[in-house]
Structure formats: structure tokens, C-alpha cells
């Protein structure tokens, strides 16, 4: 983890004055310590509590309410992905951001399968770390094009077996679908992706709901993991 320094650079909390309540679930207790230290400084998020396996997310968040919980990929008893995918059948799930150093390859695709909202590695500066926060609370993601990239980089290329997924997944999509997906992976919004392709907001949204149907996955950050993999040589 990023240490904290006196030359830590935090953009300013939001105007509206809201808090987000964080759930940390990381095996290292020193991971969990460091991210609530960095979390805290930025001044509107709250870290509401920390556990240490899989297994005991769920009953955290029956406990503490968060509205987003940081979860590590791997833990000694339930992993991160199980554990996704235990939060996501919660009635009113909260965001689901992974921890990882992406030593697994098919961590991606695995995650955005259950749910995951964003991705952050481990060695992510306290910036990053506060703004994928900020981001996957307002519902963006927190995994743009570049981070993808970013995230496949460490793995030196995406998984052949990823690859394989995408492609396959991406022959169900109409041409439109591809064309909304690939704009989602460009970071556009749906308001930027309707003037884009004139169409109306809402006809971008069904297409963006069909893609995602389509694909198995849960959100637009699943969208756009799935149109990189698609594209990646």
C-alpha cells in the first residue's frame, strides 16, 4: 500500500456533503489499517468497520450499513469473488470494489461476473484509492479504459482465456450493442454516447441493459472490461 505523506494530494471532498460509508474486508489487518488512514483523510468517506475473511462480509454488512465495501480478492476462507457474489443476492447490495495485485489471471472477468463495480490494485496511490471511492459511488465505475489497460498491463496480456470469453460473448451483441458497449469503453456517458451515435438517452440505455444481459454482467464496468477483452490482440 502507498504510504501517506505530508505530499499526499487529495481533490477536495464533494459539494454535496455527503459521506460514504466503507466496509473494508482485507486477511491483512495492516492492508485494512493503511486504506482506513487514507480513506479518512479525504474528509467524505467514513470507513464504518474491517473483517478479514470473505465469509464475514455479509454479516458486516447486516451490522454496518456501508455503502460500499472494498474487498481483496484472495482470503484464507471465502475469497473476494464468492464473496461478491454472496453481497450482490442481498436484497439492497451495496458497491462492490476488489482489492487485488492481479496475480490471478482471469481476476477480471471473474469479478465483473459477480458484480464488482471497480478494480484497484494494491500499489494504487491514496488519490486513486479516493477517487475510485468517490467514483463507484456516484455509479461511474471505477474501471475506465485506461485502467483496464493499466490492470492487463500488470498481467503483461490478457489471458487467451479471456480473450476467447469476450469474443464468444461478443458475437450475441447486435451492432448496435457493440457499438454502445465500445463507447462505454471509451468512458463516454450515455448522454455523450446518445449525441455520438443520435440516438435518444433512452434508446442508449436499452441497448446498454440488453449488452449486459447478454454478456452476464451487472453494470457498465462489466460492459467495458468485456469490449477491451474483445479488442485486445
Known sequence: MTPVGPDTAYTPPTASGRHVRVLLVDDDPLVCQGLQMILEMAGDIDVVGAV??????VPAIARTSPDLVMLDVRMPRLDGISACGAIQQLPSPPSVIMLTTFD??????????????????KTASPTQIVTAVRDVD??????SAASVRAVFGELSAPAARDREVAHTAFG????????????????????????????????????????????????????AVFATLATAR
Do not use: C, P, W
Open 52 to 57: 478479514h475473511d470473505g465469509d464475514q462480509a
Open 104 to 121: 490471478l489471471d482471469d481476476v477480471v472477468v471473474r469479478s465483473v461476473r459477480a458484480g464488482a463495480a471497480g478494480f484497484l490494485l
Open 138 to 143: 456516484a455509479g461511474r465505475g471505477a474501471l
Open 172 to 223: 450475441l451483441l447486435t451492432e448496435r450493442e457493440v457499438e454502445v458497449a465500445r463507447a462505454v469503453a471509451r468512458e463516454l456517458s450515455n448522454a455523450e454516447i446518445a449525441r455520438e451515435m443520435y440516438l435518444s438517452e433512452a434508446t442508449v440505455k436499452s441497448h446498454l441493459a440488453s449488452a449486459q444481459l447478454k454478456l452476464g454482467v451487472r453494470n457498465r464496468v462489466g460492459v
